[in-house]
T-cell receptor
Framework: DTEVTQTPKHLVMGMTNKKSLKCEQHMGHRAMYWYKQKAKKPPELMFVYSYEKLSINESVPSRFSPECPNSSLLNLHLHALQPEDSALYLC????????????FGQGTRLTVV | GQQLNQSPQSMFIQEGEDVSMNCTSSSIFNTWLWYKQDPGEGPVLLIALYKAGELTSNGRLTAQFGITRKDSFLNISASIPSDVGIYFCAGPSNAGNNRKLIWGLGTSLAVNP
């Protein structure tokens, strides 16, 4: 099973809403990632969790709040977003150590109105 | 900082033609990853390269890890319509926590049936 599952696939939210994106993997990977991707651009790293601890925060605004409840789950809590935050949000996972291959979910297409 | 220069930016080819794209950097990478992304989907890992000079195939795809460790090539033989998409190269950052991947800007491939 090389699957990373993200829900929801699409999300439309207002600027005052609070919503959460969810990600799940059962490959035993201990590194999990959130990426943001704009059209025709490469993915842009937001957060990295390693062994359920936040190890990288790429200076992401506090309106994005990650959470890693256990080794299989990763959430991204959204609050007071701006229209420019509209993008494809990708979750990925990988083994740790010298294995860098990241496996991506299908993404959540987020539109902020 | 580290950068990956990917070329060409886009390609328009006839079905059945072979395709070649490359990724170069001014700094050394110890791993090269090649991903393909379909519109609205997450990137899918095609090939991972770990050794300088390594040549690895995955079906009609062949990728090489350049001997200088500063470049990598991806070739697609006998292209078919489902090869359409954006191809990204990526490699782990040499700075600090190398869970961060550095990405090329992508090569957009269009195949004319």
């Amino acid at each position: 099973d090389t699957e990373v599952t993200q829900t929801p696939k699409h999300l439309v939210m207002g600027m005052t809403n609070k919503k959460s994106l969810k990600c799940e993997q059962h490959m035993g990977h201990r590194a999990m990632y959130w990426y943001k991707q704009k059209a025709k651009k490469p993915p842009e790293l937001m957060f990295v969790y390693s062994y359920e601890k936040l190890s990288i925060n790429e200076s992401v605004p506090s309106r994005f709040s990650p959470e890693c409840p256990n080794s299989s789950l990763l959430n991204l809590h959204l609050h007071a977003l701006q229209p420019e935050d509209s993008a494809l949000y990708l979750c990925a996972s990988s083994r740790t150590g010298t294995a860098y291959e990241a496996f991506f979910g299908q993404g959540t297409r987020l539109t902020v109105v | 900082g580290q950068q990956l220069n990917q070329s060409p930016q886009s390609m328009f080819i006839q079905e059945g033609e072979d395709v070649s794209m490359n990724c170069t950097s001014s700094s050394i990478f110890n791993t090269w990853l090649w991903y393909k992304q379909d519109p609205g989907e997450g990137p899918v890992l095609l090939i991972a390269l770990y050794k300088a000079g390594e040549l690895t195939s995955n079906g009609r795809l062949t990728a090489q890890f350049g001997i200088t460790r500063k470049d990598s090539f991806l070739n697609i033989s006998a292209s078919i319509p489902s090869d359409v998409g954006i191809y990204f190269c990526a490699g782990p950052s040499n700075a600090g926590n190398n869970r961060k991947l550095i990405w090329g800007l992508g090569t957009s491939l269009a195949v004319n049936p």
